[in-house]
């Protein structure tokens, strides 16, 4: 019966084409109007958003650390909590007219040259705020404004500068938590000799870059928020991380619930294992705390005479510490690299793939266009475990660190 179904319709195709093409055309005055409709609202609000995106003035901000810092990264998750920033666009006047969109700020560590440094991206707007919120956790650091370390770094097709990126997702759900600082132990109070830091593999690889050469890491960050329409409703919105955490915790319930026998009306209880009940432990505690939308990208450039693949692998291996077997890791996608060279005649396809990612990279463009890419979602604690000012357990020789911090003069001093 398949087989006569798939030979009429293999017979019947070009009737069938003239037949479809007869319908769209006498109705077109009932879909054509619909999708201009909804092709017009699109670049409406791609065209308001770019004009309040051009608008704002974007700043770069360096962390200068003191050879002495013994806190730990739960004082960087206090301060990212400062940057969940999701009240700009709370009105549909606000996001559909105006343009305005959720602030969105880019962490970045990077190596020039074995000089490994810590910086921020934001929005002029921001840059008090930021720098009330590092201070307050950690005093004795010292922040600049500094010149965008991107701006004079072009891709000429590997005619000088040869370079290689990829970004980062999570290979589980997003409520699965990835390993973070309190599994290594560091919200407790113990001495910095005894430490073992997640992000000191990062910092060591980014020393080792040598002359000529240069690595990026850039999360890029913005306050999670509800925005998925519920089930059921028109305009009530719910918040699918949320959503999803109550789905897996109730899979992984019904996993650990044994099945009646046939004859059996008895009612079956949960009987989870260890695991199951440090999984549940461990979804319900991940979105209890605040969640940003993330995006994850790394890049590794050298001149072409001093391009090393091996930094590559290096570059891809850092984020394995953050793995947990059971829960969640990151894994790299989208590379600037394919696997077999007929796949890519001349470099056309990865050289473009090469500008793109520097271009996205440059303006720290991920949640909207023009390099608008899917998110994920990570609360405080793991973002605080992947970016944090590091103690002095990490002695990087390449990581400079400021002797002492500058002190303004005594309230009496005589004018």
């Not at 600049?144 to 980062?168: A, H, I, M, Q, R």
């Not at 899979?251 to 079956?268: G, L, N, Q």
């Not at 609360?379 to 990581?399: C, K, R, Y």
Request: aromatic share 14%.
């Amino acid at each position: 019966m398949l087989n006569n179904f798939l030979s009429f319709i293999s017979n019947n195709i070009p009737e069938l084409e003239k037949t479809v093409f007869r319908i769209l055309f006498a109705t077109w005055f009932v879909w054509l109007p619909v999708l201009l409709i909804i092709l017009f609202w699109k670049l409406w609000v791609r065209y308001v958003q770019a004009l309040f995106f051009s608008k704002r003035k974007r700043v770069l901000l360096e962390i200068r650390l003191p050879k002495e810092l013994t806190k730990s990264p739960a004082a960087m998750e206090l301060f990212l909590t400062g940057l969940h920033q999701a009240g700009r666009e709370g009105t549909w006047y606000a996001k559909y007219w105006e343009g305005k969109t959720r602030p969105w700020f880019s962490l970045e560590m990077i190596s020039i040259e074995g000089a490994v440094k810590f910086l921020i991206w934001t929005e002029e707007d921001f840059k008090n705020i930021i720098q009330a919120q590092l201070y307050s956790q950690y005093p004795t650091v010292e922040i600049y404004e500094v010149p965008d370390y991107t701006e004079n770094v072009f891709f000429d097709d590997n005619k000088t500068l040869s370079l290689w990126g990829c970004y980062f997702k999570l290979t589980e759900a997003d409520p699965y938590p990835i390993k973070t600082y309190v599994d290594y132990g560091l919200e407790k109070d113990i001495k910095e000799e005894y430490k073992i830091d997640p992000i000191t593999p990062t910092i060591e690889f980014l020393g080792s870059i040598g002359r000529g050469e240069m690595a990026w890491f850039q999360i890029l960050i913005r306050a999670h928020k509800k925005e998925q329409i519920k089930k059921g409703t028109l305009f009530e919105k719910t918040d699918a991380w949320q959503d999803k955490a109550k789905e897996e915790i109730e899979k992984i319930r019904k996993e650990a619930t044994p099945k009646p026998d046939d004859d059996s009306k008895s009612v079956a209880f949960p009987n989870p294992t260890k695991g199951q009940i440090e999984k549940i432990a461990a979804l319900e505690r991940s979105v209890s705390k605040l969640g940003f939308d993330c995006g994850m990208r790394a890049m590794y450039l050298a001149k072409k005479e001093n391009f090393k693949p091996v930094n590559i692998t290096a570059l891809t291996s850092v984020i394995k510490q953050y793995s947990s077997n059971n829960l969640n890791s990151f894994r790299v996608y989208d590379t600037t690299s394919f696997d077999y060279p007929w796949q890519d005649y001349k470099s056309t396809r990865v050289n473009r793939l090469k500008r793109r990612i520097l271009n996205a990279y440059k303006l720290r463009s991920y949640f909207f266009p023009p390099y608008q890419k899917k998110s994920f979602i990570l609360n405080t604690e793991e973002l605080a475990t992947i970016f944090h000012l590091p103690g002095s357990v990490s002695q990087t020789p390449t990581f400079a660190r400021i002797t002492s911090k500058k002190a303004g003069p005594p309230p009496n001093l005589p004018i």
